[in-house]
């Protein structure tokens, strides 16, 4: 009876989130990983001990977080021990390892803050707990123990492109036009509360992945709103898709409301203040709901604006300004919900990827190089009689 009594107090400390979480986006994750100790030596034979196991991250295409997270709540996960050295076994067995299996784009972090390492390639491995050595005759034949530590799983979805905007602006809407992801559409705002991956198809059966993500409010780079947790995200893209509501944008009654252009460049502003980096990134502006009534007027003043920006931004409000402004690749008028210009769109957007992969990637050969160059090796090897 004591035993069961104590068997149901430990299960009811370990709490399930609530039903509204267990579908909740996991992006974070905190484990504690324990290496395996190293075997016993023995002196009398010069047995060498087992080395303590290693615990290894290792990066798999459909791994999760929440399954990692379902099963290893509120427990230590341990690598095995190594073999003692034995009369009848002078040197022990090695303790056998554990492969985690973890989400591509996962970021390793220590207690400490340091960064163990990333996996972003397929069966990708890293060790985020090493086994301790077997005894031997330099540690006086003593089996050391294994690292010990809490370790952070950080989750930054790899996508080509990643959708920037204010909520509302039409993101899920333009993401479902295009893809074939199916995510949660509505008229309010912040219908989009975890991102959302989809994959646009050509018929030359051309894939390019696209990630939907949270919708950014003014103090986003402080952590306002869904913060950082939704501009981690943009930093593994490619290519970034703003999404401007060309009715503009206001988020309660107490914040100003934002015009088509004041939105953009609040945008701008957002992803400067969180990481200037971000801003080197090849850019497209796409500005949505060209079905309504006057948009394209609104729409034509908008590109002329962007034109001449270093003269207009000087007219704005000063706290929206950016320091560095932005340059847009393409910018195009669309309507998602109507479907009007997105053929073009996924047209601009497969170009520009491919221009990038060619800045990025010198392997890259264009085909009448690599024809003539074929050309000039059968030429020099002549004809062969097999």
Avoid at 229 to 236: A, P
Wanted: hydrophobic share 35%.
């Amino acid at each position: 009876m004591v035993f069961l009594s104590r068997t149901w107090l430990a299960v009811k400390e370990i709490k399930r989130p609530r039903k509204y979480l267990r579908n909740k986006f996991i992006d974070t994750v905190r484990l504690h990983v324990k290496g395996g100790t190293g075997g016993t030596g023995l002196p009398k034979f010069g047995g060498l001990g087992g080395q303590g196991g290693c615990i290894y991250c290792v990066g798999k295409e459909k791994a999760d977080l929440k399954t990692i997270m379902n099963k290893y709540r509120a427990k230590t996960i341990t690598a095995g021990h190594g073999e003692d050295s034995r009369k009848t076994k002078i040197v022990g067995n090695p303790g056998a390892d554990v492969k985690l299996e973890v989400p591509l784009g996962v970021t390793i972090f220590r207690e400490d803050g340091k960064v163990l390492g990333s996996i972003d390639k397929e069966d990708e491995m890293l060790i985020v707990a090493r086994g301790g050595p077997g005894g031997t005759k330099e540690n006086d034949f003593l089996g050391h123990f294994g690292q010990i530590h809490h370790i952070r799983l950080d989750l930054k979805l790899i996508a080509d492109i990643g959708l920037v905007g204010f909520p509302n602006a039409g993101k899920s809407s333009l993401l479902k036009a295009i893809s074939r992801a199916k995510p949660r559409i509505a008229s309010y705002p912040f219908t989009t509360i975890k991102p959302n991956k989809g994959t646009i198809q050509y018929d030359d059966l051309r894939q390019i992945t696209i990630a939907d993500l949270p919708g950014l409010i003014e103090g986003a780079h402080i952590n306002i709103g869904l913060g950082h947790k939704f501009l981690k995200h943009v930093e593994r893209t490619k290519l970034l898709l703003f999404i401007a509501d060309i009715e503009g944008f206001r988020l309660s009654p107490k914040y100003p409301k934002r015009t088509c252009l004041e939105t953009i460049i609040l945008l701008n502003k957002e992803l400067e203040l969180y990481d200037e980096e971000l801003l080197n990134k090849p850019a497209i502006l796409a500005v949505n709901k060209l079905d309504l009534v006057g948009a394209d007027k609104t729409f034509s003043e908008v590109k002329e604006s962007l034109k001449n920006i270093h003269e207009v931004i000087k007219t704005m409000p000063e706290e929206i300004r950016p320091e560095r402004i932005i340059k847009f690749e393409d910018i195009i008028g669309i309507s998602a919900l109507k479907g009007s210009c997105l053929d073009e769109l996924k047209l601009i957007l497969r170009k520009r990827l491919d221009d990038y992969a060619e800045e990025n990637n010198p392997d890259i050969i264009e085909p009448s190089t690599l024809l003539r160059k074929n050309r000039a090796i059968i030429r020099e090897r002549g004809p062969q009689v097999t």
